[in-house]
Antibody, heavy 119, light 111 residues
């Protein structure tokens, strides 16, 4: 059974940093693109970033470029999101998602970890 | 990159069919056959219902179907059931610089 478990969310002041983690199990982690998707309170879904199987390619939504960094450790079956210079508008539940093999869709999702940026 | 446009709400009675539209542009929905649809119940993670426009993942009811015409994709739910009441989001691949764009979301109410 595929499992994605996020952690690392919490309350942080504007301008602060946070590192999210996603522990993956139940599938060959190193074979899949992985993404972070967020959802602000009462709002819709927004794709944030993704990373290729070997970490050689990374892509970001414009609003986080230069502030967020996605990474992975295939030996630890883990995905990360380093978030710096956080803003109030980054407040959201952050989901880790496994992309469908050889296609473009989010096949499995974690339960999400909440991030609140507030003073 | 703007979000794809969906109706804010759609409703129907049990047993009826409803259709949710998802309108994009020639840069996303219109250029790729890579639209996916997600169901999200309150407080839960999204669930993949349709991928590549019309394909259903294993375990998803055949009451859910997808299609596309030009820059607009659609999700149809037939034989509406109480458990279908949820928020639904479309998503399209939009090229290697933008990658993914989601729709604005549609709340489905079963009357």
């Amino acid at each position: 059974e595929v499992q994605l478990v996020e952690s690392g969310g919490g309350l942080v002041q504007p301008g602060g940093s946070l590192r999210l983690s996603c522990a993956a199990s139940g599938f060959t982690f190193s074979s899949y693109w992985m993404s972070w998707v967020r959802q602000a309170p009462g709002k819709g879904l927004e794709w944030v970033a993704n990373i290729k199987q070997d970490g050689s390619e990374k892509y970001y939504v414009d609003s986080v470029k230069g502030r967020f960094t996605i990474s992975r450790d295939n030996a630890k079956n883990s995905l990360y999101l380093q978030m710096n210079s956080l803003r109030a508008e980054d407040t959201a539940v952050y989901y880790c998602a496994m992309e469908l093999y050889d296609s473009s869709a989010f096949q499995h999702w974690g339960q999400g970890t909440p991030v609140t940026v507030s003073s | 990159q703007s979000a794809l446009t969906q109706p804010a709400s759609v409703s129907g009675s049990p047993g009826q069919s409803i259709t949710i539209s998802c309108t994009g542009t020639s840069s996303d929905v219109g250029s790729y056959n890579l639209v996916s649809w997600y169901q999200q119940h309150p407080g839960k993670a999204p669930k993949l219902m349709i991928y590549e426009g019309s394909k259903r993942p294993s375990g998803v009811s055949n009451r859910f179907s997808g299609s596309k015409s030009g820059n607009t994709a659609s999700l149809t739910i037939s034989g509406l059931q109480a458990e279908d009441e949820a928020d639904y989001y479309c998503c399209s691949y939009a090229g290697s610089s933008i990658f993914y764009v989601f729709g604005t979301g549609t709340k489905v109410t079963v009357l």
